[in-house]
């Protein structure tokens, strides 16, 4: 099973990035996928949850309104669009993955800065 994450990068605040993640080696649609971030000196939390069966949605404060997180099962695909970015948004994001098994994805660095 496999989770790579693109989509990172340097923004200015109040900007926007889409950040994807391509599972594979796993029936993707059975499983609940999440974004989570590291910042540097901080320890990993929760950014966003898509479930599997529903599709609900769930954000932490932080990021409520500005942050979408979506699926397309028929790409194995997850997405976080990220708008209105502030520098303390900035932070290594990670693909989870969660059912049967969990999984990560290696993460892709997201900067906000002038």
């Known amino acids: 099973a496999q989770l790579v994450e693109s989509g990172g990068g340097l923004v200015q605040p109040g900007g926007s990035l889409r950040l994807s993640c391509a599972a594979s080696?796993?029936?993707?649609?059975?499983?609940?996928m999440s974004w989570y971030r590291q910042a540097p000196g901080k320890e990993r939390e929760l950014v966003a949850i898509i479930r599997s069966a529903s599709g609900g949605t769930n954000y932490a404060d932080s990021v409520k309104g500005r942050f979408t997180i979506s699926r397309d099962n028929a790409k194995n695909t997850v997405y976080l669009q990220m708008n209105n970015l502030k520098p303390e948004d900035t932070a290594v994001y990670y693909c989870?993955?969660?059912?049967?098994?969990?999984?990560w994805g290696q993460g892709t660095q997201v900067t906000v800065s002038s």
């Open positions: 989870n993955a969660r059912f049967v098994r969990e999984y």
């Open positions: 080696g796993f029936t993707f649609s059975n499983y609940h």
